[in-house]
């Protein structure tokens, strides 16, 4: 069985007194709820502070991002079992943000969801295609060459304790969002490919999708057989928007 994952990536925004209202806002609208797992990844420097404000809560804490290293010389970065330290159960890895700014390609972000692992850290996964890859016909190769990096260098049994989150590039932030057919489509095209090494694993393993991901489109993408909840960012700002979301992804449990 799949319980669905609902995550919010709150990218490069929020500050002390916006993240204590948002915090508080979901603790009271996603208090009891059920069938779905809910997280909230802030940036960096707010982890630890948000780790005690959501202490007792059903929200877990995640990152936006980890090191490949375990500690050293790496000025500006975090490690995996630093962020364990002060509460994350999640990290995200390899966001299309980092892919493009920060030059990450998928060997480095494989490196990163090894040390997340070691750490204890479950990695989501981020993989997807640009426009232009869309428009040329060449989704399935990008998204294989971003997948087949990480099953290649952790092992197809490292996916019993991942998730993958399919964003693609073009949905995101842009308000256009995958119609639920072309996300389905890409989401069957992962899950066959982990089954192709491992089809136990991939029966369990859960495929988020992310980009304008929203209250009024989310019931119809949670629907689809191989979409096991969502990656948000925008709407993951906005404590009614974010709870729409979980409570639709709430609603549909997998057997
Ligand atoms: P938006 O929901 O703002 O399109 O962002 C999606 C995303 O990148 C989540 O990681």
């Known amino acids: 069985m799949r319980t669905p994952l609902v995550a919010g990536n709150w990218k490069m925004n929020g500050s002390r007194e916006a993240n204590r209202a948002l915090v508080s806002a979901l603790k009271g609208s996603l208090g009891d709820i059920q069938g779905v797992d809910v997280a909230v990844c802030p940036p960096a420097v707010y982890l630890a502070e948000i780790a005690t404000d959501l202490s007792g809560s059903v929200i877990a804490l995640g990152a936006q991002d980890c090191s490949d290293q375990e500690k050293g ?21 390899g966001h299309s943000e980092r892919r493009e700014r920060q030059n990450e390609s998928s060997a480095w972000v494989a490196a990163k969801f090894v040390a997340a692992q070691s750490a ?4 989501i996964l981020c993989v997807g295609e640009q426009k232009v890859d869309r428009e040329s016909g060449r989704t399935e190769n990008v998204v294989a060459e971003q997948l ?28 256009l969002t ?4 072309q996300a389905q489509e890409v989401h069957a095209f992962i899950r066959n490919r982990v089954a192709s090494r491992d089809p136990r694993v991939a029966a369990d393993l859960r495929i988020l ?7 009024e489109n989310a ?18 700002l906005d404590a009614a928007a974010f709870t729409a979301i979980a409570n639709a992804a709430g609603e549909r449990v997998v057997a």
């Open 73 to 93: 010389a790496y000025t500006g970065e975090l490690s995996g079992p630093m962020l364990a330290e002060v509460g994350c159960r999640y990290v995200i890895v």
């Open 120 to 123: 204890g850290l479950i990695p």
């Open 148 to 175: 087949d990096a990480v099953l290649d260098a952790a092992g197809v049994e490292a996916f019993e304790r991942a998730v993958i989150a399919y964003e693609p590039v073009w949905a995101i932030g842009t308000g």
């Open 178 to 181: 995958a119609t639920p057919e």
């Open 209 to 215: 999708y992310g980009g304008s991901m929203k209250a």
């Open 219 to 236: 019931a119809g993408l949670l629907a689809l057989d191989d979409i096991d909840g969502g990656l948000i960012g925008g709407a993951s």
